[in-house]
């Protein structure tokens, strides 16, 4: 190595080496720092670059360690001008052949050789200096990439043109940029892992979407295909029952007056289906809604008998959302607190509450009251706490249901013989 020129620190320029070393730590910091972590392999290639250049080396990179497979690959290289590139030819590289190597790195400390040419000659092919020199390689130096204490790979500085020592100053910085580069993968380790798991969030909220939307088709496709025949028998016996009703006896015409109760009783239940299949569509949710406009126009179309008051508390809050759903939000309820009245005179108050995040409902009675043992079964889809075809036992399904779109809460109060209170939140 005759013609290899020796590359040193000069003591006088020491301090100012160290200076600009640091100052060019902390320029590559704060890049790592603020660097979209998508584009990372352009950034440590980059930081290589400018480190290796400072320190002289002709080629920088960076090796992974599996310790599971024995083997440590190049995952990042830059080389200077008219240099070989050698990341392709190491790949998957037998730990055994650079043993000492890897021992250096397994107590923390830098892996140095300052001459090459001084190493131990060999016939073996796989000895450190059969390996180095057909790469050209006059000088090196590895540092060991630790993290968790765990060692993961190292950070390395080839000088193929001219024989340079390290000082220990160098050494010392080298060893913080080995780490910054640790951190930074881990880094990128873990926003790849939030992005994975926001594509299958992604990819599991388009495969709701389709499924809802396929059922919801079915529903309403179902419903009308049962509809049909239903409204031809409805009609039929209908018919009959007035064509004969001079002939046949009262006794005798009760079957077909079963037929028509379970006829219509049927009927509710496909409406129920349709009306469970809607609330859970989340279409529009973001519209301003006037719930005292909602409440002027219920009081139109609903059939609320006279010995019954619905006392609506004033300037009630606009909210985000869906009109229909929130109309048929009250208006289930409100249908419930009149069906279940027996009082001579029915009340029925609805009232809001401002709190933190949410506005807090309710719609109160003075009817039959529920037993509590019955709190949680009659959000439960076609429960009935009692049999009669003037309910589908859909109706505080759907309540919940619409409450849960809008992330809130619902839940009761009840006395049995005094009336029932409502609670529900729905998010500002």
Not at 172 to 177: R, Y
Not at 225 to 232: A, C, R
Not at 308 to 319: A, C, D, F, R, T
Request: aromatic residues 10%; negative net charge; proline residues 2%.
């Amino acid at each position: 190595m005759k013609n290899a020129k020796v590359i040193d620190i000069i003591d006088g320029n020491f301090v100012d080496n160290r200076i600009q070393f640091q100052d060019l730590l902390i320029n590559i910091s704060t890049k790592f720092i603020n660097h979209d972590l998508s584009d990372i392999d352009n950034l440590i290639e980059t930081s290589l670059r400018q480190i290796g250049q400072f320190v002289n080396a002709d080629r920088s990179y960076v090796f992974t360690y599996d310790f599971v497979n024995r083997v440590t690959s190049n995952t990042h290289e830059w080389c200077n001008i008219g240099i070989k590139p050698e990341k392709s030819n190491l790949q998957n590289v037998p730990i055994d052949f650079i043993k000492d190597w890897v021992h250096a790195h397994e107590k923390g400390e830098a892996f140095c050789v300052s001459d090459v040419s001084l190493l131990p000659i060999s016939d073996n092919e796989y000895c450190l200096r059969n390996i180095l020199e057909p790469q050209g390689i006059k000088s090196l130096i590895a540092i060991p990439q630790i993290r968790n204490n765990e060692l993961i790979g190292f950070l390395g500085f080839d000088s193929v043109r001219d024989i340079y020592h390290y000082s220990d100053s160098e050494k010392d910085i080298l060893f913080v940029f080995a780490n910054m580069l640790a951190n930074l993968q881990q880094r990128k380790e873990q926003y790849d892992i939030i992005k994975a798991q926001e594509k299958k969030r992604e990819l599991l909220l388009k495969s709701l979407y389709s499924q809802n939307e396929k059922l919801n088709d079915y529903a309403q496709i179902v419903s009308h295909d049962l509809k049909s025949p239903l409204i031809n028998m409805n009609n039929l016996v209908e018919w009959f029952i007035m064509d004969n009703k001079d002939v046949i006896s009262e006794e005798r015409m009760q079957p077909l007056k079963s037929v028509l109760f379970n006829a219509e009783k049927m009927d509710l239940l496909i409406k129920g289906v349709l009306d469970y299949s809607v609330a859970s569509q989340e279409d529009t949710l973001d519209n301003c809604v006037d719930l005292n406009a909602i409440f002027a126009d219920l009081k139109r179309i609903m059939a609320i008998p006279n010995n019954v008051s619905v006392i609506v508390q004033e300037n009630l809050p606009n909210l985000k959302g869906n009109k229909l759903k929130f109309q048929q939000l009250f208006q289930n309820l409100i249908q419930n607190a009149i069906k279940f009245n027996d009082k001579e005179k029915g009340i029925i108050k609805v009232k809001c509450e401002t709190k933190d995040d949410f506005y807090q409902f309710s719609v109160s009675d003075n009817g039959i009251g529920i037993n509590s043992a019955y709190f949680d079964k009659i959000f439960k889809t076609f429960t009935k706490l009692e049999s009669t075809s003037a309910s589908s036992g859909v109706g505080l399904a759907i309540v919940k249901k619409i409450v849960k779109l809008y992330e809130g809460e619902i839940w009761l109060e009840s006395e049995e013989g005094i009336g029932t209170t409502f609670y529900f939140t729905i998010k500002k």
